[in-house]
């Protein structure tokens, strides 16, 4: 994010058709196979399809909710949103986390039930619809692969379709054992297997998008080496009150007081000010506020 603001949305026109694309194909895709498999579960009695269904689902609602907040990213601020609607994104992180962990409580909480009365379940059955799981799941999470390191909510799409297609296989294994063993309660520890690994997938995200919520330090930013990057201009003399938080899950903003050596003239003033934002880019903060302070007058407030 090394350029100015006034033209960085043209910069990024290919990701976003890209990444809507993304969105449209991963979402059809996605909820075409949740009813599938949710009528298979039915059909053969299987937990772990069941469990393995209810995970897409929320996967597909995650899906939605990101891509209705990408959208709201773009709308223009209000003069009651006077940032813009950016840090949506950072709310639908949050709520995907929670409501994924909500669906896995229900998961685990049925399985428990389960382990007492195991079911006959159809293995082949359970295998076959699992493995179309695996390529649906697969295609999907390569279709954000590109774009996850730049966006938190992205990242949660792939992680999400990530993790479905590794669950999708552990379901194909239990399948072909049932299939083979006749072991049915391994139906039911499948199931409890994906939600521990959705549980342990979904806590760091859940952890971030509180962190950026709270207004907390985004991930990647290095507050010591911001200060020293502001402290290397040989007019600036103090440093105080510092402050970076995140606008939306790609864009962070900071504001500083900055106390200036004497003597200097008016252009050091503007000059310095503008050497620093441009500095401050190249550390991933794309909206900085710059307060120059005379000696001696710097007041401790926050």
Known sequence: MEHAHHHHHHHHAPLETNLNRAFV????????????????????DSLALYSDAGHNLSDVVSLILAMIAFRLAKLPATTTFTYGYRKTTILVSLVNAVVLLAAMAIIAWESVHRL???????????????????????????????????????????LHMAADALVSMGVVLAGILIYYTGWYW???????????VVVISTWSLLRDSLILTLDGVPNGIDLEEIESTIRQFELVQEVSHLHVWAMSTTQ???????TLREPFGLSDFFSVKESIKHELEHLSIQHSTIEVELPGTAKDCY
């Open 116 to 158: 007492q009365t195991p079911r006959n379940v159809n293995g082949e059955g359970v295998a076959l619809v699992a493995g179309v799981g695996i390529v649906i799941n697969t295609f999907t999470a390569w279709l954000f692969f590109k774009d996850r390191k730049n966006d938190l909510n992205v990242k949660g799409a792939y």
């Open 186 to 196: 391994l139906d039911v520890v499948v199931s409890l297997l994906i939600v521990v």
């Open 25 to 44: 194909l991963g979402i059809g895709l996605n909820l075409g196979f949740v009813l599938v498999e949710a009528g298979a579960g039915y059909y053969y």
């Open 252 to 258: 962070n903003a900071l504001t500083v007081h900055i």
